[in-house]
């Protein structure tokens, strides 16, 4: 049954208020569409922007069953609504890890496929489609279609990135990784430029994970001040004697939730400058090298529950690009000026360089160059800006993450080919409608 409700993004930005169904099923989703209201499929709302808003929403969040897992063959099979979260509390422990994983664990599976993550080590392992084997899409009443390289492979192909417009993942089959402990050998390393982190970037190469902070108010000399973060997957040689104890040792679940809304004035150029400030200086060598829990590596941010609410009720949004390699560093310098001059500082900036993408996968986000996420806390002011930066990104043949965005122009994110009668959001809406 379908219930009516206020729903939002990662973002809080935009709201809509919607009909949501949840799927129970996965054999069976007993799904009454009709032609006059298009339908779009949901996950857990970690995107940022509208991609998985409309009038009608589908809900995999119930469908979080484990199938099928094959130790021996790498291989899992599970439900579209399974959370990261929890494939790791099952992997971990198994000496296994998922190969290719965003800055949040709390995305569902049918959202990976989706938006086609990628994560710090797209430069040498691509998208989560490069692990992906098969996976069932209901694409109309009545209609279940097994998708595989070689069972509707075009389907296949098509549906990583095409942010649900093919129709609504329901299980999936991929690859995982093994791993010998659930630690990460890190070196971080500060740049004091643009220049200096491009060139780390370039020497960190055959590092399997690699990731920058930027302060992007930094301006002249220091215009891209940063600090990257480079890391492998750690063997037991390498911890310490606690580390030592629990060499697999899975996440916290136990997260400290902000429980309120912060007001909107709490988060202005001032304490982002603080803010930044304060991250460059906190690291007090050049390099620094330790071995951290793949929660603090790889997410972070999860370790505050709701941290979305310090950008106040009207939101923010997250406005990532890529830009192909040859124009990065002109097209990079030019962000980076306009940011650092309209005064609107991004509390979080962070950027990531990737590799050449597999081209049948062409609905994907990303291109071989560097990208760069940014958030901006929602204000009027806001729309100069990315309108500036989307003519940046056009000029130098760049184009947007569709999972972040929610404002800008159609020619940058209107690159999916496949749309199907059944389907249709918020997002796709609004590009169509600019184009
Ligand atoms: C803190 C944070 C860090 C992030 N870091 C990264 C990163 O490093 N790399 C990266 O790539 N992304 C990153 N993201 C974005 C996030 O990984 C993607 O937006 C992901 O798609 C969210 O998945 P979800 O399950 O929450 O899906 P939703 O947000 O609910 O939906 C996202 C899209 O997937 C579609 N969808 C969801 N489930 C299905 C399904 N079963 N079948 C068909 N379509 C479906 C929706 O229609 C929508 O278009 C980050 C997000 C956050 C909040």
């Not at 709390?106 to 992906?132: P, Q």
């Not at 130098?396 to 199907?420: P, V, W």
Request: net charge neutral; charged share 25%.
């Amino acid at each position: 049954m379908a219930v009516r409700k206020n729903i939002t993004n990662w973002g809080n930005y935009p709201k809509t208020s919607s009909e949501i169904t949840h799927l129970h099923d996965a054999n069976a989703p007993d799904l009454k569409l009709s032609h006059d209201k298009k339908v779009i499929a949901r996950g857990n709302g970690r995107c940022y922007g509208d991609a998985s808003l409309g009038e009608s929403v589908i809900s995999t969040l119930e469908l979080s069953n484990f199938i099928e897992f094959d130790a021996k063959s790498k291989t899992i099979t599970c439900e579209a609504g399974v959370l990261l979260s929890d494939l790791l509390e099952f992997l971990v422990p198994k000496g296994f890890f998922i190969p290719v994983t965003p800055g949040t664990k709390f995305i569902t599976v049918g959202g990976a496929i989706a938006a086609d993550v990628h994560g710090k080590n797209h430069h040498k392992d691509g998208c989560f489609s490069s692990f992906v084997e098969s996976f069932m899409l209901f694409v109309g009443p009545g209609e279940i279609i097994q998708c595989s390289p070689t069972e509707n492979d075009q389907l296949f192909y098509r549906t990583f990135g095409a942010m649900g417009l093919t129709g609504v993942v329901l299980s999936a089959t991929f690859k995982v990784i093994a791993i010998e402990t659930s630690f990460i050998y890190q070196e971080s390393i500060k740049a004091s430029n643009l220049d200096e982190i491009f060139a780390l970037f370039e020497d960190s190469a055959e590092w399997k994970y690699t990731v920058a902070w930027i302060d992007c108010l930094q301006k002249g000399k220091s215009l891209g001040r940063s600090i990257i973060m480079r890391g492998e997957s750690a063997s037991l040689d390498k911890l310490n004697k606690k580390q030592a104890k629990n060499p697999l040792k899975v996440h916290d679940d136990r997260i400290k939730n902000i429980p309120f809304f912060f007001p909107s004035f709490v988060l202005n150029t001032l304490s982002v400058k603080l803010f930044n400030w304060a991250y460059y200086l906190k690291q007090f060598r050049k390099k620094e090298t330790s071995v951290v829990h793949y929660d603090q590596f790889f997410y972070p941010l999860d370790s505050i529950g709701e941290w979305n609410k310090i950008y106040g009720k009207p939101g923010f949004i997250q406005y990532q690009f890529v830009l192909p390699l040859e124009n990065s560093k002109a097209g990079m310098r030019a962000i980076l000026e306009e940011i650092a001059n309209s005064g609107l500082g991004s509390f979080l900036a962070v950027l990531k360089l990737f590799g050449k993408n597999d081209s049948r996968f062409y609905n994907s986000f990303p291109i071989e160059g560097y990208t760069l996420a940014l958030d901006f806390k929602y204000s009027k002011k806001l729309s100069g800006l990315v309108e500036r930066m989307d003519q940046i990104v056009l000029d130098n043949g760049g184009r947007i993450y569709r999972a972040k965005d929610c404002m800008s122009r159609a020619e940058l994110t209107n690159y999916i080919k496949a749309e199907s009668d059944w389907f249709g959001s918020l997002q796709s809406e609004r590009i169509t409608m600019k184009s």
